[in-house]
């Protein structure tokens, strides 16, 4: 998972099943409002994202691509 944010709760999103980057981590509790889209075309530090495309991530960065990487 991609956070274009700051998450909270480390120890457990660094033991989560799945892996997850953020921007940075925050101890402040956010405020749900249950807004929010699907499925729609993000651009995140310049680079736009779909809906279907693959995060690959290590610890030096990020990398997007249209499909399994091999």
């Known amino acids: 998972m991609?956070?274009?944010g700051?998450?909270?709760d480390v120890a457990e999103v660094r033991d989560a099943a799945?892996?997850?980057r953020a921007r940075g981590t925050s101890p402040r509790k956010s405020v749900k409002k249950g807004a929010g889209?699907?499925?729609?075309?993000?651009?995140?530090?310049g680079?736009?994202?779909m809906s279907g495309q693959w995060l690959w991530a290590d610890p030096d960065?990020?990398?997007v691509s249209?499909?399994?990487l091999g």
């Not at 889209?37 to 530090?45: A, C, F, L, M, S």
């Open 66 to 68: 249209d499909g399994p």
């Open 6 to 8: 700051c998450v909270r």
């Open 37 to 45: 889209e699907r499925g729609i075309q993000v651009t995140v530090g």
């Open 47 to 49: 680079v736009d994202l």
């Open 61 to 63: 960065g990020i990398v």
């Open 2 to 4: 991609f956070v274009d």
């Open 18 to 20: 799945a892996g997850v």
